[in-house]
């Protein structure tokens, strides 16, 4: 998505179009993984478009507040990804790294577990699902 249509995002929810608020969007949506805090300053700084910590924290807050990122809890800090299609996440419990999965592949297995324990994903329809990464496995 470019700025004018993260612009239009920012108002549909009826959030002022900061600098820092456009950055953000713009990185999580170039982003290929859910990031930290840390992350997302050390990747904007690594672009030039470096942001204080304490304003990064914030915005991430206001647009998870607002459904337009989401935050995923593991070991070691939360990780920030754009909410888009209904997805489960997978959580590293060593590294803390999280990967998207589409809903779909896991729908046969969610059903199971609702029969089983009558648990149910979240109000996003997502489940967290923790194991060890490929690295953290060996």
Known sequence: MNEAGHRGVLRGQGLRCTPARLRVLALLSASARHLSVGEACSRLGQAGKSLHTT???R???TLTAAGLTHAVPGPGPIRYGITGEPHHHT???RCGYVAALATEHLSEAVDRIQELTG????ARGALLLYGRCTDCSV
Not at 119 to 122: G, H, T
Request: negative net charge; glycine residues 0%; hydrophobic residues 30%.
């Open 119 to 122: 648990l149910r994903p979240d």
């Open 55 to 57: 304003t990064v924290y």
């Open 91 to 93: 959580v590293c419990q």
């Open 59 to 61: 915005t991430l807050e």
